[in-house]
């Protein structure tokens, strides 16, 4: 059973600050890992891929690392805004491009 | 990126009666499709994988008579919830991906309300 686990499930912060959230997932075989933003009622807005033999990526204020041999992956947020605040979901690619998901993150960052 | 369009992106309808969501993929050739639900307060669950003509594969616990999946065209696939009830209203997703992608890129999403 394919198992992604985030942490913390909510988190509130002042505006500017570094934020770190954490994923973790069962079994090492993985094809990618994903990181995607949700808004309330909304879809899915993708942010980081990381392939299996990438161990990072970066993408403006985002960073996403991913260690294979623990299985885990980091998404750090550099000086939080308010805009940042949505739910972050995390998910586990296998070969065949199913995507296993945690429960998100929920972020609120409040001026 | 590539672009994915789902429709309808809200619906309601009532209990016993049969609803259709539309999967497209505008601007490439989708060779395999995914659908997805997500519970209120609920991660995204994996429901189905379909690959162009050929039947979906469900994953454990989803119903395939109830949650119909076809993929009939290489832009194009439907989710038909069958005899719908109250406990099948959800968010419903959908993800495409191409021949030579390494990644599914997903619909907007359909809020399903059954009443």
């Known amino acids: 059973k394919q198992e992604v686990t985030q942490i913390p499930a909510a988190l509130s912060v002042p505006e500017g600050e570094n934020l770190v959230l954490n994923c973790s997932f069962t079994d090492s075989a993985i094809y990618n890992l994903q990181w995607f933003r949700q808004d309330p009622g909304k879809g899915l807005t993708s942010l980081l891929l990381?392939?299996?033999?990438?161990r990072e990526q970066t993408s403006g204020r985002l960073n996403a690392s991913l260690d294979k041999s623990s299985g885990r992956s980091t998404l750090y947020i550099a000086a939080s805004q308010p805009g940042d605040s949505a739910t972050y979901l995390c998910?586990?690619?296998?070969?065949?491009?199913?995507?296993?998901f945690g429960r998100g993150t929920q972020l609120t960052v409040w001026p | 990126g590539a672009v994915v369009s789902q429709h309808p992106s809200r619906v309601i309808c009532k209990s016993g009666t049969s609803v259709k969501i539309e999967c497209r993929s505008l601007?490439?050739?989708?060779?395999?499709m995914f659908w997805y639900r997500q519970f209120p307060k609920q991660s995204l669950m994996l429901m189905a994988t379909s690959n162009e003509g050929s039947k979906a594969t469900y994953e454990q616990g989803v119903e395939k008579d109830k949650f119909l999946i076809n993929h009939a065209s290489l832009t194009l696939s439907t989710l038909t919830v069958t005899s719908a009830h109250p406990e099948d209203s959800s968010f419903y997703i959908c993800s495409a991906m191409g021949r030579l992608f390494t990644e599914a890129f997903f619909g907007q999403g359909t809020r399903l309300t059954v009443v």
């Open positions: 990381i392939q299996s033999s990438q």
């Open positions: 601007d490439f050739q989708a060779t395999t």
């Open positions: 998910a586990k690619g296998s070969t065949l491009g199913r995507l296993y």
